[in-house]
């Protein structure tokens, strides 16, 4: 507790310092992100405790990278602002202390939006969505309070406070009700580097935090357990479809987010209607990994836009070295869901208990969870392809290079750390360790189970390890290898075309047009986001609605106040009556 009281009074003070001294402040924020790491970690007592782990480890990097990226005033202390609102979020049990950390976390972001902004709209945008999250949390809360009589995060016994502050969380999550909307996308493409990493990272974070602590405090409600499964696996798909055609390194990395956020909903969804305890217990560990790898490789590859001029892959302008490059495909071979990182082991397990359920429910509902983990193996391969998109045209088909070491070793400190940490899984899933030296499999491979017996099993550290000495044994024989270039025949003309980013997806604007609305006119390929069409169509006949209501019904005449008081009175006598 007492590590606690020392990181919120640092992360309290940095706002401070950050007015006096842009550096003071982000060191103090350094400091008290550390802490916090360190209260994580020695007051381990379940799965939530990780996410205390996750988002210090976010500060801390971010806050460090900022020393060397920000040169703006007015940032530092709408950024520590920012992130004293997610501490106290995260570690309260009070609901409206919860409320005011999560508005301490949103209003500073909107005003650094606003200040940064590219575009006159993102951060009025970013406001709404972000003010109708709150509504519906809190209409939750109130429900909430309604049925225990607290203002604790106390056991409920109906799932309507769950559901009514789920589609909150969601929101702020860039995730609605079957649809994925482009809001999240847009935030990020129109923020700092480092404010973008933490609106991602740590932000959405929060979301998912009060999304499962509310879960473990409701019975299990099976229906909309299912439909947040479900949900949770067409964000997925969507998510990694639109990063994958979009040739913004922030957008990009935005859609990536609500990805990675359906992949969470999916978790939660498994672990609401498992049939099993143990099918649970193994879920609520997948959220929690989730949420450790998408927090790190997420802030690592937005701290790497950091360093883009331009921000766009089609002609993309960044400072890298080989630390840089090397960071950036560990953090983004973690977020394509490979092994042995961070981000394999929490797709492995997904994916695993998804077969693992409709394996045990072994009825007509099996076919949710297996047509959900089929939408989810195609939204991980776009993903695949994304992730090779961007570290192909942000740094491997890019040239320029740069003495810098600070912000490259941050990023590669982040990539190892993703990388180890796919093999330090083994402490998270120490319920499911298992192993067989009779035939070979020694003990310590993570085994995925929904009953006594094993459903599958992994071992990260074997694939870490397998690879790296055959690689190694296949040098010592054979030496390097050598690689011969040549230059290209363009028939004696000059060469002057290029393979771009927007090339690398046109395949799959053109083959899936009808869904992407492909439009080809002389300006090139385009396409159209229909969930973000929607969204804005309903917005504008809402906005026609309330200007003929208010002409029609709110004009000033007596009669019509002498009406509203009338109808005031009978719902509060109502009111009070019941």
Known sequence: MVALIVALLMLGLSPVAALINRRSGYIACSAGSA??????????????????????????????????????????????????????????????VFLAGYEIMTIPAYVTI?????????????????????????????YSYVVTGSLSFSPLTTITPFMIAAFGFMVKMGILPFMVTE????????????????????????????????????????????????????????GAFYAYVSDHAKVLLGFSTVENNGAILTSIGVYLTAPTHTLASFSLITIAVYVLAHSLAKTGLFLDTGMMENESLILPRILKNRLSDVGGVLLASSMSGLLPTLGGVATWALLESLFMEAYTLHSALSIIPIVTGSIIAMGEGFATSTMLKFIIFAHIFNKRSSNE????????????????????????????????????LPFGL??????????????????????????????????????????????????????????????IRLMLGKLLLTHIGRDGVKV???????????????????????RTYMNSRLSWYVIYMILA??????????
């Open 35 to 96: 802490v916090f790491v360190y209260y994580g970690m020695t007051n381990y007592s379940n799965e939530l405790s990780l996410f205390y782990v996750a988002a210090g480890l976010v500060w801390l990097f971010t806050s460090v990278y900022s020393l060397y990226y920000d040169h703006h005033r007015w940032l530092g202390p709408l950024y520590t602002s920012s992130i004293l609102g997610m501490a106290i979020a995260l570690t309260t049990n009070n609901l409206l």
């Open 114 to 142: 606003g200040l940064y902004k590219k575009t006159d709209y993102s951060a009025f945008v970013f406001m709404g969505f972000g003010e109708l999250s709150t509504i519906l949390i809190l209409a939750g809360f109130l």
């Open 183 to 238: 809001w999240l996308p847009i935030a990020h493409g129109n923020a700092p580097s480092n404010v973008s990493a933490i609106l991602s990272a740590s932000m959405t974070l929060v979301a998912v935090y009060g999304l499962t602590k509310m879960a473990l405090l409701t019975p299990r409600p099976d229906l909309f357990g299912f439909i947040l499964l479900g949900v949770g696996g067409f964000s997925v798909f969507f």
């Open 405 to 440: 070491k600070t912000r490259p070793l941050i990023l590669l400190l982040l990539g190892l750390l993703i990388l180890a940490g796919g093999s330090a899984t083994y402490i998270f899933y120490r319920p499911f360790l298992a192993g067989n030296p009779a035939l070979g």
């Open 446 to 507: 993570i085994a995925s189970e929904f009953s006594s017996q094993a459903f599958g099993a992994i071992s990260p550290l074997y694939v870490l390890i397998l690879p790296s000495l055959i690689g190694a044994l296949v040098i010592a024989v054979f030496g390097k290898p050598r690689i011969r270039r040549s230059e290209v025949w363009n028939s004696g003309a000059p060469l002057n075309e290029a393979y771009t980013s927007f090339a690398y997806s046109n395949n």
């Open 528 to 550: 159209v986001d229909v969930f973000w069409s929607l969204t804005h169509t309903v917005a504008k006949l809402f906005v026609s609605f309330s200007r003929h209501f208010s």
């Open 569 to 578: 009175l009978i719902v509060f006598s109502v009111v009070v009556v019941a």
